[in-house]
């Protein structure tokens, strides 16, 4: 039951958090979600950087990985929305902005995650 409850706390910080970043960076203008792509890119890093520590001689505990890296990181990070944005893309027929998005979320996400892991090593 802790452990859901540090699950619970850090996804609602991080979803919050995600939440702040998309209403003032996602630009409703040109309709490229600079929030979310910033979201997701961020939490690869942390993630990296979170999970790069807890293997590195157990310097943190379960409990503090599954608060920052299952509930923090996932909270912040999110799926579903990047989905639901390039569906927009698609349907509106910006095909160059999805393949830019998705693929810059792709490899940008990645090249994060890698590089947090790095920074612990």
Do not use: W
């Given at each position: ?16 958090l ?58 912040f ?45």
């Amino acid at each position: 039951m802790k452990q859901l409850l540090f699950v619970f706390l850090g996804g609602g910080i991080g979803s919050v958090l995600r939440y702040v970043i998309g209403k003032y960076l996602n630009s409703t203008e040109s309709g490229i979600p600079y929030g979310t792509f910033l979201a997701n890119i961020l939490g690869s890093l942390l993630i990296g950087i979170i999970l790069g520590l807890a293997a590195k001689n157990d310097s943190l505990t379960q409990n503090q990985t599954l608060l920052l890296a299952t509930g923090f990181c996932g909270g912040f990070t999110t799926f579903s929305t990047f989905a639901y944005e390039n569906h927009v893309f698609l349907r509106s027929g910006d095909f160059t902005s999805f393949a830019i998005y998705t693929i810059a979320s792709f490899i940008v996400g990645f090249l994060a995650v890698f590089a947090g892991m790095y920074l612990v090593e």
